[in-house]
Nanobody, 125 residues
Framework: EVQLVESGGALVQAGGSLRLSCAASGFTFDDYAIGWVRQAPGKEREGVSCISPHDGGIFYADSVKGRFTISSDNANVTVYLQMNSLKPEDTAVYYC??????????????????RGQGTQVTVSS
């Protein structure tokens, strides 16, 4: 059974940092890449970033480039999202997702097969 469990969301002031974690089970990085998507109230879902440890692919949405860094712990099938210089517009529920589409044709705007329950990130101004 595929499971994705996010953690690390919190309330933080603008300019602050957070690190989100996504612990995956039921598959390996040979099977799926992992990405992050977010959804704010009243807004469409937005792809944030994805990483494909199998082939080294990494992609970011333009809105987070230079501020967010995605990384992976392959042995533990865990993915991290380091978020720096946070802005109020980063406020959203962040979900990690398992995808076959972390490559240049899709970039951060990837479709996915599985998604976790999400973790809330709130950035105050």
């Amino acid at each position: 059974e595929v499971q994705l469990v996010e953690s690390g969301g919190a309330l933080v002031q603008a300019g602050g940092s957070l690190r989100l974690s996504c612990a995956a089970s039921g598959f390996t990085f040979d099977d799926y890449a992992i990405g992050w998507v977010r959804q704010a109230p009243g807004k469409e879902r937005e792809g944030v970033s994805c990483i494909s440890p199998h082939d080294g692919g990494i992609f970011y949405a333009d809105s987070v480039k230079g501020r967010f860094t995605i990384s992976s712990d392959n042995a533990n099938v865990t993915v991290y999202l380091q978020m720096n210089s946070l802005k109020p517009e980063d406020t959203a529920v962040y979900y990690c997702a398992a995808t076959h589409y972390c490559y240049s044709g899709y970039g951060a705007n990837f479709p996915y097969d599985y998604r976790g329950q999400g973790t809330q990130v709130t950035v105050s101004s």
